[in-house]
């Protein structure tokens, strides 16, 4: 019997943060501190990183240069 496939949807994470120079994002789906994924800064100082997540909720928070901030 084939394994059924759980559907993930795209979900882009934003901060605005622009003296930041390192903006990481974790949460329950990077295993929080273990795995946080790094955001990319655009020119107008806003970070971002889009992951594919399972459809559900999700508890996040982002680091800027240290400094863990709840969303």
């Known amino acids: 019997m084939a394994k059924a496939t759980i559907p993930k949807k ?26 946080p994924l790094p955001l990319k800064k655009s020119k ?6 889009q992951v594919s997540l399972p459809c559900g909720l999700y508890e996040h928070r982002f680091s ?4 863990w901030v709840t969303d």
Not at 13 to 35: C, H, I, M, N, Y
Not at 44 to 49: C, E, I, L, R, Y
């Open 10 to 35: 795209k979900v882009m994470f934003e901060r605005q943060s622009p003296e930041a120079r390192e903006v990481l994002l974790a949460g329950d789906f990077t295993d929080w501190d273990k795995e």
């Open 44 to 49: 107008d100082g806003t970070w971002h990183k």
């Open 64 to 67: 800027g240069d240290g400094q």
